[in-house]
């Protein structure tokens, strides 16, 4: 039964697992693992701080110590003298005396050595920790940074699929049926068309109609009667009438071909034969009677 119960609750849970990840936004969840990645960087940094300042604090009771067994080694040696001056001069209750605080910082020297014998030991130690702190710090906030700037990239490419469907649903809706009411590209390009040529036949029949021609002559009629009022005009005052140079250089052509022409020639294609020519059978009258 136990077993049934952790299969059931190992295959539930990968389910929801699923599912959750399924209709997870990716957008949030970048922002989650940014968040993570800075909450862990912050805490390194935390913790190569600490191993930072113990490497600082061994320093300093190093330091403490070397200065406290150089001390202790001066009042040692002092003691040293005091005693053999006193025993040089005889008095033996201060060599004993100088003899015994000799000893005392002697016995105290022997203990500062081992003291920073362990503090030197402890300080390489705290120096090494602290190098690699820094260096993790260091490599974590590379990959930091990294993680950073590829957000920027990521962010880009999960936009860019939303935006790619956009397109693709906007092109699709104007060759494919959307729906009854939203006509596609194509159909509205079909009725445009459709009406366009419509109007053009109907404007091809009103130009070859009869009511047309009728409007076509009576407009030349009203430009002709305007012509005419215009050179009325202008000879009231005193100009030449429109078209009268070209009409006087037709006049002077028909002269110079009645000049050059034969005797009862005609002039002119359009004109017909005068009767300069007499026929045979008159030529055969009388003078009288052809008069």
């Known amino acids: 039964m136990m077993k049934l119960m952790k299969r059931w609750w ?5 389910r929801l697992t ?9 957008k949030v969840q970048l922002e989650q693992a940014i968040t993570e ?4 960087h912050r805490r390194l940094k935390e913790q190569a701080a600490n191993v930072i300042a113990n490497q600082k604090q061994t320093e300093m009771r190093l330091s403490r110590a070397l200065e406290d067994f150089e001390k202790v080694n001066g009042n040692a040696r002092q003691a040293v003298l005091m005693a053999d001056d006193a025993s040089k001069a005889g008095d033996q209750a201060k060599m004993t005396e ?18 920073i014998e362990d503090l030197k030991a402890l300080h390489q130690h705290s120096s090494q920790a602290s190098e690699q702190a820094r260096t993790a710090v260091s490599q974590n906030s590379t990959l930091l940074q990294r993680k950073l700037s590829e957000r920027q990239k990521l962010l880009g490419q999960l936009d860019q699929p939303d935006m ?15 729906g009854e009411d939203v006509p596609t590209f194509d159909q509205i390009r079909e009725k445009i068309e459709s009406r366009y040529a419509k109007a053009k036949g109907m404007a091809e029949l009103s130009e070859s109609s009869v009511e047309s021609k009728m409007l076509e002559i009576e407009q030349a009629a009203r430009n ?6 215009l050179d009325e005009i202008r000879s009231q005052l005193g100009l030449p009438a429109a078209g009268t140079t070209g009409a006087a250089e037709l006049q002077s052509k028909i002269e110079d071909l009645k000049a050059s022409a034969p005797a009862g020639a005609p002039v002119d294609p359009g004109e017909p034969a005068t009767e300069a020519t007499a026929s045979p059978a008159d030529s055969a009258l009388p003078a009288d009677e052809q008069s």
């Open 98 to 115: 100088y003899t015994t605080a000799a000893e005392a910082f002697a016995n105290r020297m022997i203990g500062l050595e081992r003291e």
């Open 224 to 229: 002709s009667e305007a012509k005419g009022r």
């Open 164 to 178: 790619q469907d956009r397109m693709n649903t906007a092109m699709a809706s104007l060759t494919e049926t959307v």
């Open 37 to 40: 990645a800075q909450d862990q």
């Open 10 to 14: 190992a295959y539930t849970t990968a």
């Open 18 to 26: 699923g599912r959750f990840e399924d209709t997870a936004d990716p």
